[in-house]
């Protein structure tokens, strides 16, 4: 491995190739405010009658946008809901009615929000007539009074000084662990050829989350799970290796040749660059929306910073049992601003990683570089995969660690130092961590790496010692072969014997534990490693559990999907449109291509076999997933719901495009057309599902202004005095451009998305802004926890929905946990509930009970959660109906006790 820099503009191909997909990004990008479609959008109850009616628009990419009249009706046929939509957003007046046609609430919508008088109806209530005056989203006014606490909206207040601390704190968290992988990877002998670039990197993306994990799994373990001891240790890892990373030379992976010469993977490689930053700004501006990721995956990791260590939730059920290895890696996202604001951003590695392993298998398949990189782009910008940036869950990372164990499995040797070893094996025990089904996946790559491996053998001695040097069964990689080391070199930096059996032991043993952390934990604390799901064998029980086989086989694609049924085959080609798009249409004509030429042409059939296997094994694997097929709230059948899960067959598309790749030939493109095609996907996936038009701008100009900077400072590379002061003035610019556009771009990354958070969190989360820290708000009939946590995750939230049919009982419990404030959700006035909502709903609205309703009530986005003041302890600054704090004690009713201390 050599310092070698990399030189952007070097010739007038490659300025036009840049130029063409910049201009490419920005006229698809404006090209989708064309005119839509307008249509009448109707949705239907599990009944089958008529839900709501509106007119929309519908876009090329399939997006619908509701535009003009929209009406909602009750089950019974009644009218629930009239109003009107302008751009997707309420607007104008609005009123909601109950099953007898009594208006309930009637107002106005701006933009969006709630704005001007409202009016409420709540029959039994007090008061049962109510006027509240909204100022954009924001309450207040209340029947004439001036509401001060707890409604408002308050402005978005980011100091600089602990911004600038908290962008520290974040370079810290991204940059501490690369100085010493850096300096590890500068061990690994062997030609850099085999492999190329993809495998430093690779092995540099899985050994930052492998260190990140065990930096959180050992403070969790030692209940120091908070912000100073995490960027203490944070700081040592950066110490440490800059230390050993400085006395090696400061050794970085050399950069390959092939990307300077080629303009079509200059273009490729910009279209990349573009998409990338998009990406990753998308994911920092938008708030997580997704149901698993406000329901389960945000409320576990809050609940753990709340705690300093890995405790169980147990209303989360069995998703807190899950492995959750990815859960860890990105809670160091949290401690940099105590938001999370950077939470998601381990997801845009992940992407990238999938890319770039995408990009070497193809290449050791022997795919050209073109066609590697083409496919890789092509993948990168499936809608399916683009929208895995924004959540927090694990599919995405379990596909690229998959990816990249098949990668780095494909070019062991024993001849190699351990660095490839560890990095393979950390790959297996991350795939393992970060999902349920992560093993059977890493039992599939084991077994293709074992084949490879005996396959490898079954040639002669010639063959086999050409094969230890050459990218795989496509030839030498003749782009990268000029950055290969002298034999002696190679010889000179091998590490000696023992010293690798040692250390590889040690990291078989850590790689053991990483993988098996979770399954040991439920182990240990329920006697059951898969958690509450119950284990059994032709019959026999062998673990028991809550949760049958038989109930998760019933959620599943395979046991739901009726092959011959027409609504079933239409439902999926509706998903298949939405969340796969002609990208993925054209990676799999392409593998399909490549498998069928293979065979007809008995050429390399041993290898198209087993890729052929490797595919339909990765589509049993998704097919037998639970909820793969629906999760219970469609009716249990196959709806164009369908195609949220298609990310659990993510490891499968990914590979699928590695054998496009490798068929890419016999389509018969050139590489200026290949990359034509390539970057249109990706220009188009981009103005449609990451990034609006300005954005792209901003990211187009920002690159060109970095691109002329390092243009003038390489035309400074002379002896002139001249042209270094150049050189020096151009260096310095680049930094200064560069941390001013890190500072100033995170903050305001930081107020827009705290606006979003806003809008889409509504009132759960605005009430939790202005109430003190120290108020334990208890949630019943809501999944939608995350909102309650508040902005720095400070707010307890109890989950009080389930009780034992008695009042004084459960008032007792929210005594013992110190509950301060009740929310419920979804709450509909005139609807018939079921025990035991019904029973909270009479215990909640009693008008001689402990409790009094606060103004307002969240949209129907948040769920229309309600919330209501327990008045059974210490004084509260939460507002009272009238917007005046309660400072009243819980009367004293026959079988409560007095209140317990707050713990």
């Known amino acids: 491995m050599t310092v070698k820099?990399?030189?952007?503009?070097?010739?007038?191909?490659?300025?036009?190739?840049?130029?063409?997909?910049?201009?490419?990004?920005?006229?698809?990008?404006?090209?989708?405010?064309?005119?839509?479609?307008?249509?009448?959008?109707?949705?239907?109850?599990?009944?089958?009658?008529?839900?709501?009616?509106?007119?929309?628009?519908?876009?090329?990419?399939?997006?619908?946008?509701?535009?003009?009249?929209?009406?909602?009706?009750?089950?019974?046929?009644?009218?629930?809901?009239?109003?009107?939509?302008?751009?997707?957003?309420?607007?104008?007046?609005?009123?909601?009615?109950?099953?007898?046609?009594?208006?309930?609430?009637?107002?106005?919508?701006?933009?969006?929000?709630?704005?001007?008088?409202?009016?409420?109806?709540?029959?039994?209530?007090?008061?049962?007539?109510?006027?509240?005056?909204?100022?954009?989203?924001?309450?207040?006014?209340?029947?004439?009074?001036?509401?001060?606490?707890?409604?408002?909206?308050?402005?978005?207040?980011?100091?600089?000084?602990?911004?600038?601390?908290?962008?520290?704190?974040?370079?810290?968290?991204?940059?501490?662990?690369?100085?010493?992988?850096?300096?590890?990877?500068?061990?690994?002998?062997?030609?850099?050829?085999?492999?190329?670039?993809?495998?430093?990197?690779?092995?540099?993306?899985?050994?930052?989350?492998?260190?990140?994990?065990?930096?959180?799994?050992?403070?969790?373990?030692?209940?120091?799970?908070?912000?100073?001891?995490?960027?203490?240790?944070?700081?040592?890892?950066?110490?440490?290796?800059?230390?050993?990373?400085?006395?090696?030379?400061?050794?970085?992976?050399?950069?390959?040749?092939?990307?300077?010469?080629?303009?079509?993977?200059?273009?490729?490689?910009?279209?990349?660059?573009?998409?990338?930053?998009?990406?990753?700004?998308k994911t920092l501006l938008t708030p997580m929306s997704d149901w698993d990721g406000l329901a389960y995956h945000l409320p576990l990791v809050a609940e753990w910073v709340q705690h300093h260590r890995l405790v169980d939730v147990p209303a989360l059920g069995q998703t807190a049992r899950y492995p959750s290895s990815w859960e860890v890696i990105s809670l160091g996202g949290f401690f940099p601003f105590a938001e999370d604001l950077l939470v998601t951003l381990p997801a845009v590695g992940a992407w990238i990683l999938l890319g770039v392993s995408v990009h070497g298998l193809a290449r050791r398949l022997g795919a050209s570089g073109t066609a590697a990189a083409a496919v890789a782009l092509i993948l990168l910008s499936v809608p399916v995969v683009l929208l895995q940036t924004e959540e927090l869950k694990a599919d995405l990372p379990a596909a690229a660690f998959f990816l990249s164990a098949l990668l780095l499995g494909g070019f062991l040797s024993p001849t190699r130092s351990g660095v490839r070893w560890t990095s393979f094996l950390f790959a297996l025990a991350l795939l393992c961590g970060v999902k349920a089904s992560g093993p059977a996946y890493a039992l599939l790559v084991v077994a293709a790496v074992a084949w490879w491996r005996w396959s490898r053998t079954r040639t002669d001695a010639r063959t086999?010692?050409?094969?230890?040097?050459?990218?795989?069964?496509?030839?030498?990689?003749?782009?990268?072969?000029?950055?290969?080391?002298?034999?002696?070199?190679?010889?000179?930096?091998?590490?000696?014997?023992?010293?690798?059996?040692l250390g590889l032991a040690v990291t078989l043993l850590a790689a053991l534990?990483?993988?098996?952390?979770?399954?040991?934990?439920?182990?240990?604390?329920?006697?059951?490693?898969?958690?509450?799901?119950?284990?059994?064998?032709?019959?026999?029980?062998?673990?028991?559990?809550?949760?049958?086989?038989?109930?998760?086989?019933?959620?599943?694609?395979?046991?739901?999907?009726?092959?011959?049924?027409?609504?079933?085959?239409?439902?999926?080609?509706?998903?298949?449109?939405?969340?796969?798009?002609?990208?993925?249409?054209?990676?799999?004509?392409?593998?399909?291509?490549?498998?069928?030429?293979a065979w007809l042409r008995r050429e390399r059939r041993g290898i198209a076999t087993a890729l052929f296997l490797m595919l339909m094994v990765l589509f049993v694997l998704y097919g037998i997933t639970p909820f793969s097929g629906d999760n219970g709230s469609h009716g249990w059948r196959i709806t164009p719901w369908v195609g949220q899960a298609f990310r659990y067959g993510l490891a499968g598309v990914a590979l699928l495009a590695v054998v496009a790749a490798w068929g890419w030939r016999r389509l018969r493109l050139s590489p200026p057309m290949t990359a034509a095609v390539a970057v249109g996907l990706a220009?188009?996936?981009?103005?449609?599902?990451?990034?609006?038009?300005?954005?792209?701008?901003?990211?187009?100009?920002?690159?060109?202004?970095?691109?002329?900077?390092?243009?003038?400072?390489?035309?400074?590379?002379?002896?002139?005095?001249?042209?270094?002061?150049?050189?020096?003035?151009?260096?310095?610019?680049?930094?200064?451009?560069?941390?001013?556009?890190?500072?100033?771009?995170?903050?305001?990354?930081?107020?827009?998305?705290?606006?979003?958070?806003?809008?889409?969190?509504?009132?759960?989360?605005?009430?939790?802004?202005?109430?003190?820290?120290?108020?334990?708000?208890?949630?019943?009939?809501?999944q939608l926890r995350y909102p309650f946590y508040g902005r720095n995750w400070q707010r307890r939230v109890v989950d009080v929905s389930s009780h034992d049919g008695f009042e004084s009982s459960w008032l007792r419990r929210l005594d013992g946990e110190g509950v301060d404030v009740v929310a419920i959700g979804p709450h509909a006035v005139h609807r018939t509930f079921a025990p035991p909502e019904a029973d909270l709903h009479r215990w909640l609205d009693d008008s001689d009970g402990p409790f009094v309703r606060l103004p307002g009530v969240g949209n129907k986005a948040a769920g229309n959660i309600v919330f209501y003041r327990y008045r059974g302890g210490k004084t509260s600054l939460w507002p009272g109906p009238k917007g005046r704090p309660i400072e009243s004690s819980r009367p004293d009713r026959e079988g409560t006790r007095p209140r317990e201390e707050p713990r």
Request: glycine fraction near 10%.
């Open 513 to 597: 534990l990483l993988a098996s952390f979770w399954y040991l934990r439920n182990l240990l604390e329920l006697g059951n490693p898969l958690g509450h799901v119950e284990l059994s064998i032709l019959g026999q029980r062998l673990l028991a559990g809550g949760i049958s086989r038989a109930q998760l086989i019933h959620t599943t694609l395979f046991a739901l999907l009726r092959p011959f049924d027409g609504a079933d085959l239409r439902a999926l080609w509706t998903a298949s449109r939405q969340w796969l798009g002609a990208g993925f249409a054209l990676l799999a004509l392409s593998a399909a291509v490549a498998l069928a030429s």
């Open 683 to 782: 220009a188009w996936s981009a103005a449609l599902r990451v990034a609006p038009p300005r954005l792209l701008l901003v990211v187009v100009v920002v690159l060109g202004a970095f691109a002329v900077l390092i243009w003038v400072a390489r035309a400074g590379e002379g002896n002139a005095a001249g042209h270094g002061s150049r050189r020096r003035t151009a260096v310095f610019l680049t930094t200064v451009l560069s941390l001013a556009l890190v500072v100033g771009g995170l903050h305001a990354l930081r107020a827009g998305r705290e606006q979003r958070r806003r809008l889409l969190y509504d009132l759960p989360y605005l009430r939790t802004l202005t109430a003190p820290p120290q108020e334990v708000v208890g949630v019943a009939m809501t």
């Open 464 to 501: 086999d010692a050409r094969a230890t040097e050459a990218p795989g069964p496509g030839g030498p990689d003749e782009e990268e072969a000029e950055t290969a080391p002298s034999a002696a070199a190679t010889e000179a930096n091998r590490p000696s014997g023992v010293p690798g059996k």
């Open 5 to 281: 820099r990399l030189p952007l503009l070097p010739s007038a191909a490659a300025v036009a190739a840049i130029a063409a997909v910049a201009a490419a990004f920005l006229v698809v990008a404006w090209g989708n405010d064309l005119r839509a479609r307008s249509g009448r959008q109707v949705e239907t109850w599990p009944s089958g009658k008529l839900r709501s009616e509106a007119e929309a628009l519908r876009y090329p990419d399939g997006r619908v946008e509701r535009e003009g009249p929209y009406t909602e009706y009750h089950e019974s046929g009644a009218v629930h809901l009239r109003g009107q939509y302008h751009h997707g957003l309420p607007e104008g007046r609005w009123r909601e009615y109950d099953e007898k046609g009594v208006l309930r609430k009637e107002g106005s919508y701006h933009k969006g929000k709630q704005d001007g008088l409202w009016h409420y109806t709540n029959p039994g209530a007090d008061p049962e007539h109510e006027e509240l005056l909204w100022d954009h989203g924001r309450v207040v006014e209340s029947d004439g009074r001036r509401v001060e606490v707890g409604s408002g909206q308050p402005p978005v207040d980011l100091p600089w000084i602990s911004h600038l601390l908290g962008t520290l704190y974040a370079l810290l968290w991204i940059t501490a662990p690369l100085p010493l992988l850096l300096a590890l990877e500068r061990r690994e002998t062997g030609p850099p050829s085999a492999g190329g670039w993809t495998l430093p990197v690779v092995s540099l993306a899985v050994g930052w989350m492998s260190v990140q994990l065990m930096v959180g799994l050992v403070l969790a373990l030692l209940h120091a799970l908070a912000r100073a001891p995490f960027l203490a240790v944070e700081a040592g890892l950066l110490v440490a290796g800059l230390a050993l990373w400085l006395r090696q030379g400061c050794p970085l992976p050399s950069v390959p040749s092939s990307w300077r010469r080629d303009p079509a993977q200059t273009a490729l490689l910009t279209a990349a660059v573009i998409l990338a930053l998009a990406v990753a700004v």
